[in-house]
Structures are given as C-alpha cells and as structure tokens.
C-alpha cells in the first residue's frame, strides 16, 4: 500500500496561519503520511492529494478569500476526498476554553465540499506583524501569539489516525 498524500493549504493574512498548517504538515510526516504544505492560491488542483486539510485566518468575522477560492475552485475533486478545514483568529484563548463553530462563510463551504470536521484556532498579532490595525491592536496591549502548538498537533494527530484507519 502506498502512503497517503495529504496536501495542507492555507490562506494567511500575515503568516500566522501558515505557521499552523506547518505544523499539521509536519505532524502529518510524522504520523507516516506524505504531507505537502502549500499557499492556498497556488493549489489549482487537488487530484494528486488523498486527502486536503484547507485552513484560513479569520478577519473580522471572515475566512481567507485565498482560501475560500481554492475551496470552489476544487470543489468538485474535494468532494471525491476527506477533508478537513481550519480557521485561526481569536486573539485570545477563547479557541482554547470552547469549540468555536465556523463562520458563516467557512460553514457554506464546508457543506459545499462535504468537509468532514473544523477547527479554530488562536491567532496570531505581534510586533513584527504588519498594518495599521496590527498596530494599532499592539497599542490596546491585545496583541499576542495565541495559537497553541499542543492543540494543533493533537488535531493533526486526529487527522492522521483518521486516514490511516
């Protein structure tokens, strides 16, 4: 039996999200996967992939428009695989102490191309993050780096089991 290929493709605003796909990528090689980390507006076709694990940042109650695009783009070959959507945005540990549900967007598409589970994740904003309204969050002292590296991969893990059952 061959090993899966799993691509992890994401939509970042400013690099945080691709820290997190990184991550699922890495722990996904780790779990004996083939895993392919890749800019969601670079994918213009799944059909290598045994499965996708698609993720965007979340901006003021919006997912990734790179991400979104890449999910209708591929809609009809996502539709014919396992996949699984992520979102990172909370600037707090919200994502943390509860389940947050998609965004109305992200359930559209989940149900678009019958994803089979989701997941929030903290976000990210520091200093070296760039924009005025980074800025201007460091200022209000709400910046921080909120993703946890130890709920990611247990999540990857979960994917990873999943395909190899």
């Known amino acids: 039996m061959s090993t899966k290929r799993v691509l992890v493709a994401y939509g970042?605003?400013?690099g945080g999200t691709a820290g997190i796909a990184e991550q699922i990528g890495e722990?996904?090689?780790?779990?004996?996967l083939d895993a392919v980390v890749l800019p969601a507006a670079d994918?213009?076709?799944v059909r290598g992939y045994d499965a996708v694990v698609?993720?965007?940042s979340l901006r003021g109650g919006r997912w990734s428009s790179k991400a979104a695009h890449c999910a209708e783009r591929n809609a009809d070959s996502l539709r014919h695989r396992p996949v699984w959507l992520f979102s990172s945005g909370p600037l707090d540990r919200s994502a943390e102490e509860h389940d947050?549900?998609?965004v109305a967007a992200v359930a559209r598409q989940m149900q678009l191309i019958g994803a089979r589970e989701h997941m929030t994740f903290g976000g990210t904003i520091t200093a070296r993050t760039p924009g005025l309204l980074a800025r201007a969050l460091i200022r209000q002292g709400k910046g921080g780096d909120f993703r946890n590296p130890e709920r990611i991969r247990t999540w990857a893990h979960h994917i990873g089991s999943e395909l190899a059952a």
Do not use: M
Not at 27 to 32: A, H, K, Q, S, W
């Open 27 to 32: 722990t996904l090689r780790e779990d004996g």
């Open 43 to 45: 994918v213009h076709d």
């Open 100 to 102: 947050i549900p998609p």
């Open 54 to 56: 698609l993720g965007g």
């Open 12 to 14: 970042t605003e400013y």
